[in-house]
Protein backbone atom coordinates (compact mmCIF):
# COMPACT_ATOMS: atom_id res chain seq x y z
CA UNK A 1 0.00 0.00 0.00
CA UNK A 2 1.32 3.78 -0.62
CA UNK A 3 1.56 6.23 1.95
CA UNK A 4 1.27 10.12 1.59
CA UNK A 5 3.51 12.36 3.18
CA UNK A 6 2.79 16.04 2.56
CA UNK A 7 5.39 18.47 3.44
CA UNK A 8 6.31 22.39 2.71
CA UNK A 9 3.75 24.24 4.92
CA UNK A 10 4.24 27.09 6.72
CA UNK A 11 3.52 30.76 7.29
CA UNK A 12 3.82 33.01 4.47
CA UNK A 13 2.91 36.88 4.00
CA UNK A 14 0.39 37.55 1.61
CA UNK A 15 1.33 37.70 -1.89
CA UNK A 16 4.04 35.24 -1.45
CA UNK A 17 4.49 31.64 -2.38
CA UNK A 18 5.09 28.40 -1.04
CA UNK A 19 5.72 24.81 -2.63
CA UNK A 20 3.97 22.16 -0.93
CA UNK A 21 5.39 17.81 -1.43
CA UNK A 22 3.55 15.04 -1.54
CA UNK A 23 5.73 12.02 -1.50
CA UNK A 24 4.87 8.42 -1.94
CA UNK A 25 6.86 5.49 0.07
CA UNK A 26 5.58 1.84 0.13
CA UNK A 27 4.97 1.80 -3.44
CA UNK A 28 5.44 3.59 -6.85
CA UNK A 29 2.10 6.06 -7.23
CA UNK A 30 3.19 6.85 -11.00
CA UNK A 31 0.17 5.04 -12.41
CA UNK A 32 -2.07 6.94 -9.96
CA UNK A 33 -4.01 10.45 -10.51
CA UNK A 34 -2.97 12.87 -7.09
CA UNK A 35 -5.74 15.62 -5.77
CA UNK A 36 -5.18 18.31 -3.52
CA UNK A 37 -7.54 19.38 -1.33
CA UNK A 38 -7.79 21.86 1.76
CA UNK A 39 -9.76 22.16 4.40
CA UNK A 40 -10.17 25.72 6.56
CA UNK A 41 -11.00 25.67 10.13
CA UNK A 42 -14.63 25.11 10.49
CA UNK A 43 -14.59 24.84 7.13
CA UNK A 44 -15.35 21.31 4.91
CA UNK A 45 -12.79 20.13 3.02
CA UNK A 46 -12.50 21.46 -0.69
CA UNK A 47 -10.44 20.41 -3.78
CA UNK A 48 -7.95 22.64 -5.20
CA UNK A 49 -6.10 21.05 -7.92
CA UNK A 50 -5.70 17.61 -9.72
CA UNK A 51 -2.89 15.85 -11.82
CA UNK A 52 -3.17 12.88 -14.02
CA UNK A 53 -1.03 10.06 -13.52
CA UNK A 54 1.69 11.40 -16.10
CA UNK A 55 1.33 15.01 -15.66
CA UNK A 56 -0.08 15.81 -18.72
CA UNK A 57 -3.53 16.97 -17.59
CA UNK A 58 -4.37 19.10 -14.58
CA UNK A 59 -7.17 20.29 -13.46
CA UNK A 60 -7.74 23.41 -10.34
CA UNK A 61 -10.50 24.95 -8.53
CA UNK A 62 -11.64 28.91 -10.08
CA UNK A 63 -10.40 30.33 -6.65
CA UNK A 64 -6.77 29.15 -7.46
CA UNK A 65 -6.23 29.07 -11.10
CA UNK A 66 -3.86 31.44 -12.36
CA UNK A 67 -2.11 31.08 -8.92
CA UNK A 68 -1.44 27.37 -8.03
CA UNK A 69 0.34 24.49 -10.37
CA UNK A 70 0.62 21.08 -9.44
CA UNK A 71 3.17 19.18 -10.91
CA UNK A 72 5.12 15.78 -10.55
CA UNK A 73 8.07 13.49 -10.69
CA UNK A 74 7.55 10.33 -10.83
CA UNK A 75 10.92 9.56 -10.70
CA UNK A 76 11.16 11.10 -7.15
CA UNK A 77 7.47 9.46 -6.28
CA UNK A 78 6.56 13.15 -5.67
CA UNK A 79 3.58 15.44 -6.28
CA UNK A 80 4.28 19.27 -6.20
CA UNK A 81 1.56 21.85 -5.78
CA UNK A 82 3.30 25.98 -6.34
CA UNK A 83 1.24 28.34 -5.13
CA UNK A 84 1.96 31.37 -5.80
CA UNK A 85 0.08 35.08 -5.04
CA UNK A 86 -1.27 33.35 -1.87
CA UNK A 87 -4.30 35.35 -0.19
CA UNK A 88 -5.39 35.08 3.30
CA UNK A 89 -8.50 32.96 2.33
CA UNK A 90 -5.96 30.53 1.02
CA UNK A 91 -5.03 29.46 4.86
CA UNK A 92 -6.19 25.99 5.45
CA UNK A 93 -4.23 22.55 6.34
CA UNK A 94 -3.61 20.65 2.81
CA UNK A 95 -3.80 17.05 1.75
CA UNK A 96 -2.87 15.28 -0.54
CA UNK A 97 -5.20 12.20 -2.57
CA UNK A 98 -3.70 9.08 -4.27
CA UNK A 99 -6.41 8.00 -6.59
CA UNK A 100 -6.76 5.23 -9.61
CA UNK A 101 -7.22 1.44 -10.68
CA UNK A 102 -3.90 -0.81 -9.33
CA UNK A 103 -4.27 -4.68 -10.27
CA UNK A 104 -7.79 -3.85 -10.74
CA UNK A 105 -8.38 -2.50 -6.83
CA UNK A 106 -9.48 1.10 -6.37
CA UNK A 107 -7.04 3.01 -4.37
CA UNK A 108 -7.68 5.93 -2.34
CA UNK A 109 -4.91 6.85 -0.32
CA UNK A 110 -4.84 10.21 1.99
CA UNK A 111 -2.00 11.71 3.57
CA UNK A 112 -1.88 13.76 7.09
CA UNK A 113 -2.17 17.28 5.55
CA UNK A 114 -0.11 20.35 5.77
CA UNK A 115 -0.53 23.39 7.66
CA UNK A 116 -0.42 26.92 5.29
CA UNK A 117 -1.50 30.09 6.84
CA UNK A 118 -1.31 32.86 5.09
CA UNK A 119 -1.11 36.44 6.99
CA UNK A 120 -2.37 39.74 5.80
Known amino acids: QVQLVESGGGLVQAGGSLRLSCAAS????????VGWFRQAPGKEREFVAA????????NYADSVKGRFTSSRDNAKNTVYLHMNKLEPEDTAVYYC?????????????WGQGTLVTVSE
Open 97 to 109: NAYGVRNGRPVDV
Open 51 to 58: INWSGGRT
Open 26 to 33: GRTFSNLN
